[in-house]
């Protein structure tokens, strides 16, 4: 029992005393949705795998920090999740997707804000420090300020059009897809929905459990105007059961792209997996996990290459 105590009272054990009462607190009270993002009950932070050999590098495009990998004449842009570019499978996913024969960039959106929820570990910010502010964030409801300072205009339209688009530009590439997961969605459908760049056309639009609904709300955007206009580009949906029933197979936003182009490609898929599982589930610990996570990957990348 002493070494207990001991152990308890060093920086590292108070710390992991503090975070596991915090966490507990989260696990057990009633959530509706995580920072008026992602509903309640979805997979939350995965960190990134140390022992996972990126094929990419992150450097800088124009103004904005990416991760960049492949060197093919077709591009796709990855958008991640609200934790950010720094954790979960992200970087995996974009290296499976350059296999295929793109050149991926993955842009860091949250790049101000020391690169997202839990941050980049090689900046320190996956620290237990860290990790505390992010719980105390959870309790406060801060995240939700967090969540404010991305909107499209002009925070993330400022990215794609000064960094992305003249960066992809320059490499030759000859068409671009979109690929968006979670929080990322919301920058994806915009992208999709901006008028057509003659010189470099979009080729296709892939969106993992969107939580594009969720934010477009925060800041009173106009959803239907702007799913409309997106739906010129060729989409696929990959929705989960947590999604908003609007954006589930049949639901507002399917019908306001086949509206609004009816000869446009539209597909909807509807996973038994949680909100998340794409970029946060664990493979390790779920089978069925790693095997939705590759079959919907796959199915992604068939889209994109069509």
């Known amino acids: ?8 009272a060093t920086p590292l054990g108070v710390c992991t005393t503090v975070a596991a009462g915090l ?29 996972y050999a990126c094929k990419g590098t992150v ?69 237990p420090r860290s990790m505390l502010s992010f719980l105390w964030a959870m309790i406060t409801g801060s995240v939700k300020s967090y969540m404010r300072e991305h909107p499209w205009d002009p925070a993330c339209e400022r990215i794609w ?17 979109l690929v968006g997961f979670c929080w990322g969605a919301y920058v994806t459908v915009h992208a ?12 296709a639009h892939v969106m993992y459990h969107p939580s594009y609904a969720h934010v477009a709300a925060l800041f009173g955007e106009d959803q239907e105007a702007t799913v409309r206009a997106a739906a010129k580009v060729p989409t696929q949906v990959y929705s989960t059961s947590m999604e908003p029933k609007s954006w589930r197979p049949g639901g507002q936003a399917e019908r306001w792209m086949r509206d609004a182009h009816p000869e446009g490609v539209v597909q909807w898929h ?14 390790k610990r779920s089978l069925s996990v790693a095997e939705d996570v590759q079959r919907c990957l796959k199915g992604g990348i068939a889209f994109l290459s069509s």
Request: one cysteine or more; hydrophobic letters at 35%; a negative charge.
């Open 1 to 8: 029992m002493d070494s207990l105590w001991t152990a308890l």
């Open 23 to 51: 966490l507990g607190y989260l696990l057990l009270r009633p959530k509706k949705q995580i920072g008026e993002c992602c509903p309640g009950q979805s997979h939350g932070f995965l960190p990134q795998d140390d022992g």
């Open 59 to 127: 450097q800088r495009i124009k103004s904005a920090s990416a991760y960049v990998v492949g060197d093919g004449p077709k591009a796709v842009v990855l958008v991640h999740d609200i934790f950010g570019l720094h954790t979960g499978r992200l970087k995996q996913i974009a290296d499976e997707i350059a296999s295929s024969g793109f050149t991926v960039v993955a842009p860091d959106f949250f790049e101000s804000c020391e690169g997202g929820l839990f941050g980049r570990r090689d900046l320190g910010y996956s620290t």
């Open 161 to 177: 059009t000064e960094s992305v688009v003249p960066w992809l530009k320059e490499r030759h590439c000859t068409s671009v897809g």
């Open 192 to 203: 999709a929905a901006r008028q057509a760049d003659t010189d470099l056309p979009l080729a």
């Open 270 to 283: 509807q996973e038994k997996q949680m909100h998340g599982f794409m970029t946060r589930g664990n493979m």
